[in-house]
Antibody, heavy 119, light 113 residues
Framework: QVHLAESGGALVMPGGSLRLSCEASGFIFSESFMSWIRQAPGKGLEWIANIGSSGTTIYYADSIKGRFTISRDNAKNSLYLQMSSLRAEDTALYYC????????????WGQGTQVTVSS | QSVLAQPPTVSGAPGQRVTISCAGSSSNIGADADVHWYQQLPGAAPKILIYGDNNRPAGVPDRFSASKSGASASLSITGLQAEDEADYYCQSYDYSLSGSHVVFGGGTKLTVL
C-alpha cells in the first residue's frame, strides 16, 4: 500500500529557510516521478515542483523558482523541498504526491505538513 | 487567478445531478492535455477521482463521470449524496516554451442541500 509521509513543517520568520521531507513506502520510489503541491489556508491547490525518477528532470512553478529546490534520495525513499527566502505568501499546507504520469495524474498524496511564515 | 477556471460553488439536493466545469485554453486542455479530477473532503488530502479525462480509479462509484471537449472539461455527479459534499479540483498540463507545467483549477465547493 502506497504511503507518503511529509515532515519538517514549522513556524518560520520571513526570509528564513526550511527543509521539508517526504518519506515514501509501498511502491518502487526510484521509478516514480514526484511532486510538491501546496494549499494556502482556505485556498486551492498549487503545484510548485516536479522531479523525475532519477532526479535529473526538474520543473518549478514561477512563484517559487530560485527560492525552492526539489531533490530526492532514492536510497532513502525520500523526497525533499529546500525552501529559502520564505515569504508570508508561502504559508500553506505542503503535500508530496506521486505523479503517475500525464495520463494518470496524482494517484497518491501524503497528509501534508504545515509551513507558516510569520514574524 | 488559476489557469483553469472552475465555478467557486455548486449545489444540489440529494439524488440530483450536478456538473462542475473546468475551462482551459489552447495551451492546456485545448492542446489535448489530459484532465484529472480530485475530490478533497473536509480536513483531508485530495484524492484522485477521475484520471485521463474520463477514467475512474477502482473504488470510485460510477455516479462520478467526466468529459472533455475543446478547451473545456466537466465533472458530473449523479444521484448526489451527502458524502459528496467536498471541494473538487480539475488538473491538467500547460505547454509553454519553458516546458510542461502542472496546472490546477481554483476548485469548486459542492454543497449538498
Amino acid at each position: 500500500q502506497v504511503h507518503l509521509a511529509e515532515s519538517g513543517g514549522a513556524l518560520v520568520m520571513p526570509g528564513g529557510s526550511l527543509r521539508l521531507s517526504c518519506e515514501a513506502s509501498g511502491f518502487i520510489f526510484s521509478e516514480s516521478f514526484m511532486s510538491w503541491i501546496r494549499q494556502a489556508p482556505g485556498k486551492g491547490l498549487e503545484w510548485i515542483a516536479n522531479i523525475g525518477s532519477s532526479g535529473t528532470t526538474i520543473y518549478y512553478a514561477d512563484s517559487i523558482k530560485g527560492r525552492f529546490t526539489i531533490s530526492r534520495d532514492n536510497a532513502k525513499n525520500s523526497l525533499y523541498l529546500q525552501m529559502s527566502s520564505l515569504r508570508a505568501e508561502d504559508t500553506a499546507l505542503y503535500y508530496c504526491a506521486r505523479d503517475n504520469g500525464y495520463s494518470y495524474g496524482y494517484d497518491s498524496w501524503g497528509q501534508g505538513t504545515q509551513v507558516t511564515v510569520s514574524s | 487567478q488559476s489557469v483553469l477556471a472552475q465555478p467557486p460553488t455548486v449545489s444540489g439536493a440529494p439524488g440530483q445531478r450536478v456538473t462542475i466545469s473546468c475551462a482551459g485554453s489552447s495551451s492546456n486542455i485545448g492542446a489535448d492535455a489530459d484532465v484529472h479530477w480530485y475530490q478533497q473532503l473536509p480536513g483531508a488530502a485530495p484524492k484522485i477521482l477521475i484520471y485521463g479525462d474520463n477514467n475512474r480509479p477502482a473504488g470510485v462509484p460510477d455516479r462520478f463521470s467526466a468529459s472533455k471537449s475543446g478547451a473545456s472539461a466537466s465533472l458530473s455527479i449523479t444521484g448526489l449524496q451527502a458524502e459528496d459534499e467536498a471541494d473538487y479540483y480539475c488538473q491538467s498540463y500547460d505547454y509553454s516554451l519553458s516546458g510542461s507545467h502542472v496546472v490546477f483549477g481554483g476548485g469548486t465547493k459542492l454543497t449538498v442541500l
